[in-house]
């Protein structure tokens, strides 16, 4: 057709997956691609259960599909008739190698250039919408400059600020967007092509453009940032334990200052998904090879309070119940690392789910969108808990289809994600179905303490004020 720009995505996920559909949904006269290697993912976009839960996904794709928006494995097709290609695809922390356990693998975006050059025969603008390390887009723009064909590429940075769950409003309604590109007269024309596509509905002034390492490096510091303040309020419930102040009253306390803010004081059991950790890690990383030590142990500390928190409500749940889980039977309410999201990724809860495990618990989990494949992979995935490390683990893990089904006749509760389903239950039916003393750990402060203490339950949440017997 007579489209005003075509654009194809490289990588069908999380953040390829509900941005593309959102470009295409905002820009009707542009022709939106999205295109994978792997087959069942598309497959799985171009039927009605699409491969990912979103609030508002749906909608948006059924709106857009097969109008202006398209999901395809024909890879090299898409991929030369684009003006405009972004490289969303996976960019996980390196299992094994030089920089194993923190480096980010960038092998994919490199595998995407190669690809690029490969199959191009116009020139085209490479957007890099991965967390990448500092400087990748010069690798990327080195890779493609290889190509035989006299081709130009401009390879852009606009890295994606979307947290899942909310992908769809974050999308329409970004708080800023950003756009990296080289400072040339070429660089700052892709720029302001990129910026046109955006300009379809985000406001001219919060489309932020900056040099190409600014933007790159930006997405890994506002990801240290945001976890840094989890981890901050985290370190301090522990404090409150300790002395009977109260978290949530700090958090407010502390938040009213317009300098520190309101957002992201929630103490938790930890923060988990798939971003936090690895792009922390990847700029501790960073810093180790520029020599900067102190930079990397300072960023390093997030990760480690984090750790420290996710082990300390497992410690505590074991000594609150008498120094023994074994054979115990401990309802898990929830396994996503957030609400209103069935991913998994580094949730806190398979953390605590282990530890527990280790201490031959029989755990009923119920998450009203996480299934018992996804869990067991995230077991293995996560904390490389498998039959052999755990015994018996197919049987001490039990998913169940309903939180009452989950409670019934169990010691303790532990929920681990702030599903708002979780604070509507009848909870005083769940405690006439437990074995007493019923317990209830809640790692996301989201249940009424004092209606818990008046049904019988001998409940905790994290960092309020001590019971008198504890
Ligand atoms: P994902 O794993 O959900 O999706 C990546 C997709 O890329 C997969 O479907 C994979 O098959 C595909 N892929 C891999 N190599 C490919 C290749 N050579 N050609 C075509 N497709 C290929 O990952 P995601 O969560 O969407 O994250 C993508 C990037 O965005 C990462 O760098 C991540 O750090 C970043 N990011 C993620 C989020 C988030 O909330 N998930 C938010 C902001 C940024
Ligand atoms: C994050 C960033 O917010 C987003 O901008 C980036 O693009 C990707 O990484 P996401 O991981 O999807 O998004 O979710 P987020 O809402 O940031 O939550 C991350 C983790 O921190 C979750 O486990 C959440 O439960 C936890 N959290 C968050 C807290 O424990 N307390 C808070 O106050 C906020």
Same mark, same amino acid.
Not at 103 to 118: M, P, Y
Not at 255 to 269: N, P
Not at 368 to 378: C, D, I
């Given at each position: 057709?007579?489209?005003?720009?075509?654009?194809?995505?490289?990588?069908?996920?999380?953040?390829?997956?509900?941005?593309?559909?959102?470009?295409?949904?905002?820009?009707?006269?542009?022709?939106?691609?999205?295109?994978?290697?792997?087959?069942?993912?598309?497959?799985?976009?171009?039927?009605?259960?699409?491969?990912?839960?979103?609030?508002?996904?749906?909608?948006?794709?059924?709106?857009?599909?097969? =109008? !202006?928006?398209?999901?395809?494995?024909?890879?090299? +097709? *898409? %991929?030369?008739?684009?003006?405009? #290609?972004? &490289?969303?695809?996976?960019?996980?922390?390196?299992?094994?190698?030089?920089?194993?356990?923190?480096?980010?693998?960038? =092998? !994919?975006?490199?595998?995407?250039?190669?690809?690029? +050059? *490969? %199959?191009?025969?116009?020139?085209? #603008?490479? &957007?890099?919408?991965?967390?990448?390390?500092?400087?990748?887009?010069?690798?990327?723009?080195?890779?493609?400059?290889?190509?035989?064909?006299?081709?130009?590429?401009?390879?852009?940075?606009?890295?994606?600020?979307?947290?899942?769950?909310?992908?769809?409003?974050?999308?329409?309604?970004?708080?800023?967007?950003?756009?990296?590109?080289?400072?040339?007269?070429?660089?700052?024309?892709?720029?302001?092509?990129?910026?046109?596509?955006?300009?379809?509905?985000?406001?001219?002034?919060?489309?932020?453009?900056?040099?190409?390492?600014?933007?790159?490096?930006?997405?890994?510091?506002?990801?240290?940032?945001?976890?840094?303040?989890?981890?901050?309020?985290?370190?301090?419930?522990?404090?409150?334990?300790?002395?009977?102040?109260?978290?949530?009253?700090?958090?407010?306390?502390?938040?009213?200052?317009?300098?520190?803010?309101?957002?992201?004081?929630?103490?938790?059991?930890?923060?988990?998904?798939?971003?936090?950790?690895?792009?922390?890690?990847?700029?501790?990383?960073?810093?180790?090879?520029?020599?900067?030590?102190?930079?990397?142990?300072?960023?390093?500390?997030?990760?480690?309070?984090?750790?420290?928190?996710?082990?300390?409500?497992?410690?505590?749940?074991?000594?609150?119940?008498?120094?023994?889980?074994?054979?115990?039977?401990?309802?898990?309410?929830?396994?996503?690392?957030?609400?209103?999201?069935?991913?998994?990724?580094?949730?806190?809860?398979?953390?605590?789910?282990?530890?527990?495990?280790?201490?031959?618990?029989?755990?009923?989990?119920?998450?009203?969108?996480?299934?018992?494949?996804?869990?067991?992979?995230?077991?293995?995935?996560?904390?490389?808990?498998?039959?052999?490390?755990?015994?018996?683990?197919?049987?001490?893990?039990?998913?169940?289809?309903?939180?009452?089904?989950?409670?019934?006749?169990?010691?303790?509760?532990?929920?681990?994600?702030?599903?708002?389903?979780?604070?509507?239950?009848?909870?005083?039916?769940?405690?006439?179905?437990?074995?007493?003393?019923?317990?209830?750990?809640?790692?996301?402060?989201?249940?009424?303490?004092?209606?818990?203490?008046?049904?019988?339950?001998?409940?905790?949440?994290?960092?309020?004020?001590?019971?008198?017997?504890?």
């Amino acid at each position: 057709g007579d489209w005003e720009l075509r654009i194809v995505c490289m990588g069908a996920g999380y953040v390829g997956g509900p941005t593309m559909a959102v470009i295409a949904k905002k820009c009707p006269r542009i022709r939106v691609a999205v295109v994978d290697i792997s087959t069942s993912q598309i497959d799985a976009w171009n039927s009605k259960d699409l491969p990912i839960y979103e609030p508002g996904l749906q909608e948006v794709v059924e709106e857009t599909r097969g =109008k !202006n928006l398209f999901f395809s494995v024909d890879i090299d +097709a *898409e %991929v030369a008739a684009a003006d405009l #290609i972004f &490289v969303s695809v996976n960019t996980p922390t390196k299992l094994t190698g030089i920089g194993a356990g923190r480096a980010a693998n960038v =092998k !994919n975006c490199e595998l995407c250039a190669r690809k690029i +050059a *490969e %199959v191009s025969t116009s020139s085209k #603008i490479v &957007v890099e919408k991965s967390t990448v390390p500092v400087r990748t887009a010069d690798a990327v723009r080195r890779v493609l400059a290889t190509n035989d064909k006299g081709i130009k590429f401009q390879v852009l940075s606009n890295p994606e600020f979307l947290a899942e769950g909310t992908a769809i409003d974050d999308l329409m309604d970004p708080g800023r967007v950003l756009i990296g590109g080289e400072q040339t007269p070429d660089g700052l024309a892709a720029i302001e092509k990129l910026v046109k596509v955006y300009a379809h509905w985000v406001p001219r002034e919060r489309i932020l453009t900056t040099n190409l390492w600014s933007s790159e490096l930006s997405k890994l510091v506002a990801n240290a940032f945001l976890a840094q303040r989890v981890s901050s309020i985290n370190s301090i419930s522990a404090l409150c334990e300790a002395t009977d102040a109260d978290v949530s009253e700090v958090a407010r306390a502390i938040g009213s200052d317009h300098r520190i803010g309101s957002k992201f004081l929630q103490a938790s059991v930890g923060f988990g998904g798939s971003c936090f950790q690895k792009d922390i890690l990847n700029l501790v990383y960073l810093c180790e090879s520029f020599g900067l030590e102190e930079v990397a142990e300072y960023w390093n500390q997030v990760i480690k309070m984090n750790d420290y928190q996710k082990s300390r409500f497992s410690s505590l749940i074991v000594s609150r119940m008498f120094n023994t889980v074994t054979g115990k039977r401990i309802a898990i309410f929830g396994f996503a690392f957030k609400k209103d999201t069935g991913d998994t990724r580094e949730t806190a809860s398979v953390f605590v789910c282990r530890n527990l495990l280790e201490e031959r618990a029989r755990l009923h989990v119920f998450d009203p969108k996480v299934t018992r494949e996804q869990m067991m992979l995230e077991f293995e995935y996560s904390t490389g808990t498998t039959e052999k490390t755990v015994p018996g683990l197919n049987e001490l893990v039990i998913t169940a289809e309903c939180p009452y089904e989950a409670a019934k006749g169990a010691h303790a509760i532990a929920i681990l994600t702030e599903w708002d389903e979780f604070k509507n239950y009848d909870y005083q039916r769940i405690y006439d179905s437990m074995a007493k003393p019923a317990f209830i750990f809640d790692g996301r402060n989201i249940l009424d303490q004092a209606k818990l203490g008046q049904i019988g339950f001998e409940h905790y949440a994290i960092g309020k004020p001590r019971r008198k017997e504890w």
